[in-house]
C-alpha cells in the first residue's frame, strides 16, 4: 500500500505560481512512477505530468509544456509539481497518483494509488 497527501493548493491570480508537493508513505515508494493529473468541474480527469522512479524520465501534457514541471526527492518520498504562468484554464482540483511500476504512463487507469486531491484556483 502507498498512501499520498497533497498539499499546496490555493487562489492565485494569472501569471502567478504554486507549486504542488505530494507526500508518499507505504512500502516502496521510491520504486513508483508518479504522476499529477487534475479534474476541473464537467470535464475528464487529465494527466498533466508524470515522472519515472529515477527522475530519469518525464512527460508533460501539451496543456502545461513549459509552465509546469515534475519533480521528485526520494529521500524525502516526496514528488512536486511546479506551476508557473498559471491560467485561468488550469483551475481544478490537482491529484497525485503512484503506479507498481518504476516507468510513468500518461494513463490514469495505470496508476493504483490516489491521493485525495487539492484544489487549485487561478483568478482573472
Known amino acids: 500500500q502507498v498512501q499520498l497527501v497533497e498539499s499546496g493548493g490555493g487562489l492565485v491570480q494569472v501569471g502567478g505560481s504554486l507549486r504542488l508537493s505530494c507526500a508518499a508513505s507505504?512500502?516502496?515508494?521510491?520504486?513508483?512512477?508518479m504522476g499529477w493529473a487534475r479534474q476541473a468541474p464537467g470535464k475528464e480527469r487529465e494527466f498533466v505530468a508524470a515522472?519515472?522512479?529515477?527522475?530519469?524520465?518525464?512527460y508533460d501534457a501539451d496543456s502545461v509544456k513549459g509552465r509546469f514541471t515534475i519533480s521528485r526527492d526520494n529521500a524525502k518520498n516526496t514528488v512536486y509539481l511546479q506551476m508557473n504562468r498559471l491560467e485561468v484554464e488550469d483551475t481544478a482540483v490537482y491529484y497525485c497518483?503512484?503506479?507498481?511500476?518504476?516507468?510513468?504512463?500518461?494513463?490514469?487507469?495505470?496508476?493504483?494509488?490516489w491521493g485525495q486531491g487539492t484544489q487549485v484556483t487561478v483568478s482573472s
Open positions: 497518483a503512484a503506479r507498481r511500476s518504476s516507468l510513468p504512463s500518461t494513463r490514469a487507469d495505470a496508476y493504483t494509488y
Open positions: 507505504g512500502r516502496a515508494c521510491s520504486t513508483n512512477a
Open positions: 515522472i519515472s522512479w529515477s527522475g530519469g524520465s518525464k
